[in-house]
Antibody
Framework: QLVQSGAEVKKPGASVRVSCRAS????????ITWVRQAPGHGPEWMGR????????KYAQKFQGRITMTTDTSKRASYMDVRSLISDDTAIYFC?????????WGQGTLVTVSS | QSALTQPASVSGSPGQSITISCTGTISDVGGYSSVSWYQQHPAKAPKVMIYDVAIRPSGVSYRFSGSKSGNTASLTISDLQTDDEADYYCTSYTKNDTVVFGGGTKLTVL
């Protein structure tokens, strides 16, 4: 099971950190992938991080604006998104997997509004 | 990376079968066997229904099946039930070591 942090409201230009904590065996030997879904739109792959060695791969669209990290002692993964704009308003999901995603967090709504 | 192409909507009656297509390129769908399908009900997280083109996870109904031909993958749902009404998304691994989603298909069970 993956449990994410609560909803956030941010102003344009601000940053946000979304956390994702795992229970059971849903962390080690896994990739954590982050997906976002804007209102009325389909999901969008943002990137992934290896829970074992911290290796990351980001979608080109988000390069330089997001950072994914893990803390194995807390069985947690984090994603920081910087320089927020209104188009970043979305539900952000963490999920496990590299090519297919089987366990999902409940989602974190991030609203960017002045 | 452009989104994979899916029909915006499909519909069927209970008991019927429907197929949703997912078209990409040789750089994604056509080049890899890493196509997955997800079902998403309103205000819920997506749920994987098919992975690696045609493998059904434990607990997913046998009524869901997947296939691929060339650059197009397909999801077939047989014996439609009212609870199948949802949005469906395909994904594929890509040559850039990323994953791309389809635009989504809204399934209406009449």
């Amino acid at each position: 099971q993956l449990v994410q942090s609560g909803a956030e409201v941010k102003k344009p230009g601000a940053s946000v950190r979304v956390s994702c904590r795992a229970s059971g065996n849903t962390f080690t030997n896994h990739y954590i992938t982050w997906v976002r879904q804007a209102p009325g739109h389909g999901p969008e792959w943002m990137g992934r991080i290896s829970a074992d060695n911290g290796d990351t791969k980001y979608a080109q669209k988000f390069q330089g604006r997001i950072t994914m990290t893990t803390d194995t002692s807390k069985r947690a993964s984090y994603m920081d998104v910087r320089s927020l704009i209104s188009d970043d308003t979305a539900i952000y999901f963490c999920t496990t997997g590299l090519y297919s995603f089987d366990t999902w967090g409940q989602g974190t709504l991030v609203t960017v509004s002045s | 990376q452009s989104a994979l192409t899916q029909p915006a909507s499909v519909s069927g009656s209970p008991g019927q079968s429907i197929t949703i297509s997912c078209t990409g390129t040789i750089s994604d769908v056509g080049g890899y066997s890493s196509v997955s399908w997800y079902q998403q009900h309103p205000a819920k997280a997506p749920k994987v229904m098919i992975y690696d083109v045609a493998i059904r996870p434990s607990g997913v109904s046998y009524r869901f099946s997947g296939s691929k031909s060339g650059n197009t993958a397909s999801l077939t749902i047989s014996d439609l039930q009212t609870d199948d009404e949802a949005d469906y998304y395909c994904t594929s691994y890509t040559k850039n070591d990323t994953v791309v989603f389809g635009g989504g298909t809204k399934l209406t069970v009449l």
